[in-house]
Each structure stands twice: as C-alpha cells, then as structure tokens.
Nanobody, 123 residues
Framework: QVQLVESGGGLVQAGGSLRLSCAAS????????MAWFRQAPGKERELVAA???????YYADSVKGRFTISRDNNKNTAYLQMNSLKPEDTATYYC?????????????????WGQGTQVTVSS
C-alpha cells in the first residue's frame, strides 16, 4: 500500500505561482507513475500531469508551458510547480500513483490517491 499526502495548496491571485507536494509513505515511489489530477465543483476529475518512473511526462493541453511535474525519489515525493495561474485552475488537486502502467492517462489507471489540496485562484 502507498499512502499519499498533498500539501501546498492555497489562495493565490491570477498570474501567481504555487508548488504542490505529494509525500508518499508505505513503499518507495521510484517504480510508480505519479500524477496530479484536479476536480472543480460540478466537473469530472481530470488528469493535469503525470511522470513515469523513467521521468517521461504528460501534460494536459490546458497547463502546458505553465505547470511542471517532477519527482524526488530520495524524498519519496512528487511535485507540481504551477506558474501563471488562472482562475480556471481553481480546483481540488489530487496526487495519484500507479504501478500498473508505464504512464497512466485516465483516472481508472491509478490505484492510490491522496485526500486532495484546494487551489483557489482569484481574478
């Protein structure tokens, strides 16, 4: 089992930055795909970014060029650096992990989830 705990969310003005962290415990994440999803009120949970064990990355079109996903296996932690934030980035952000796929792109690909951290971007 892998336990995931997100941190780093908060309230920020449009154009600002936040860095989310996802601390894992229970197992080393070095062989896992790590991902960030987000869910806004009334909307489906969507994949924002993912990073494989080999550090291949995927980004949703809506965040390309603004967000960067990374991982520090020594710290058993994944990160999401979010720059140039927009009000439409407002959502609860969830960290997820999977050992079943090389790079999961859908919610069902992921086995482990954190509780989420709220990101609110004011205009």
């Amino acid at each position: 089992q892998v336990q995931l705990v997100e941190s780093g969310g908060g309230l920020v003005q449009a154009g600002g930055s936040l860095r989310l962290s996802c601390a894992a415990s229970g197992r080393t994440i070095s062989v896992y795909v790590m991902a960030w999803f987000r869910q806004a009120p009334g909307k489906e949970r969507e994949l924002v970014a993912a990073i494989s064990s080999g550090r291949n990355t995927y980004y949703a079109d809506s965040v390309k060029g603004r967000f960067t996903i990374s991982r520090d296996n020594n710290k058993n932690t994944a990160y999401l650096q979010m720059n140039s934030l927009k009000p439409e980035d407002t959502a609860t952000y969830y960290c997820a992990a999977t050992g079943r796929y090389a790079l999961g792109l859908t919610r069902v690909d992921y086995d482990y989830w954190g509780q989420g951290t709220q990101v609110t971007v004011s205009s």
